[in-house]
């Protein structure tokens, strides 16, 4: 027995999943699928008209399920897949796999490839039907991998869900009507009355003597849809003609127990605030708060506490080694949140800034600064600037002190000459010797009048002697004299 939630993949019930079976009947889910994947991949038509050789009996028996196709007989090949799925016709099989592959044998081996791609590893077809043979055999576990596979193509649940198909005459038939062997889907099954379950939907039944009588469902109900599989199950005689078929009512109750006490639960809510994380930068306390960006529910029991769960929780920021910066708009994507339990992944959803933090332009200002000084190519260029400034500012202060001192010696010396003024260079007392010797009787005026028309040194500005000074001093300073 198994019971899968078809939306997760997730098994909710189990019970000897892993037990070698025959599959029977339900060998046709994995030949109706191949044979769909072909025409999607365009290496066959629907509408190809396909004629039964001469193998159309190959390992078949006289009394095993039929649509009464016979050697020579055409038809279509939807019409070949609906008398699979719905008869259970075991010649439309090796019809099938002919047109397919060629041969029945390289269609067998593309069914247990196929298997291998799905994840099956106890599962070995040896035909295309299902018949016994020892070599035929799966599990339910493995069963139900391909199943999943098959229902979740649209074209076969259209198949294997419906309850009658005409088949139009052929060359070698009148027109046939199918009736599908599934008495969870058919209320008016002559095979399997009283088991018709509005909730069910598809896909195929089984039985020999070997295998038992196996069933492969769904079932959707309250937004929960689930596939069944039940393998192995026995016919019990009730009494008067009456037999409760197994694979029929052990379907309804697990049906019926999942859909009473299962159901669809928030656990993670949009509204839950799951992380804080710090922003640099930022204009307000610097922290900014995630939400989930949509809900995260899960199939699980009613009565399941939800707090048992696992949040795992990841900050894109954090995982890269790095700091987030302002600005964050609110809705911004920065994490991601997993809900696991017991290795189980039930959920995930991405985390969002639930407000935005605006940047502040004085932090970013300071880190910029903070950034540039921590340069060395900044520091070094720093470092000799100011090197050149104390350099200039030494040499002005030392000028200008030396310079001081100079102009304070130049005053010292004017102060001195006027109390104590230069007498006449030599030239002049001669001349005023000869004038004296010579014109002895002129009058002291006389003689003050000829010394005014000589220039003496004493007559230069005061403002012309000092400018002087200074350029004679800034040229000895720097060394041009």
Known sequence: LM????????VIYSKNEDSQIYPASLTKIMTVLLAIEAVERGEVALTDYVTASGNISYDLIDDGSTAGIVAGETM???????CAMIASANEACNIIAEHISGSIPSFVERMNTRAAELGCTGTNFANTHGLPNSNHYTTASDFSLIAMAAVSNPLFMQICNTVSWVI???NESDERVLSNTNGLINKDSTHYPGYYYEPAAGVKTGYTDAAGYCLIST???????FLGVVMGAKATDKGGGNFEFGH?????KLYNWVFDNYSYRDILKITALVAEVPVEMGSDAGLVSLHPQSAVKALLPNDEDIESYEQKITIYSQEEGKELYAPVEAGEVLGEITIERDGIIYGSSQLVASSSVSLSYGKYIKSQIGKTLKNPIVIIAIIIVLALFFSYVYLVVRYNTRKRKHMQELSRRRR??????ERPSDPVRSALSRKSAAISARQESFVEDLVEEIPLPEEISEGETESQAERDYFEEFFGKK
């Not at 019971?3 to 997730?10: E, F, H, I, P, Y």
């Not at 079932?219 to 849809?225: D, L």
């Not at 001195?416 to 003024?421: A, G, I, M, S, T």
């Open 3 to 10: 019971l899968v939630d078809t939306v997760s993949g997730n």
């Open 76 to 82: 279509t090949l939807e019409n070949l897949l609906y």
């Open 168 to 170: 139009p005459a052929t």
């Open 219 to 225: 079932a959707t109900k309250n937004g929960m849809t």
């Open 248 to 252: 029929f009512s052990e379907s309804i």
């Open 416 to 421: 001195v000459n006027l109390y104590e003024p």
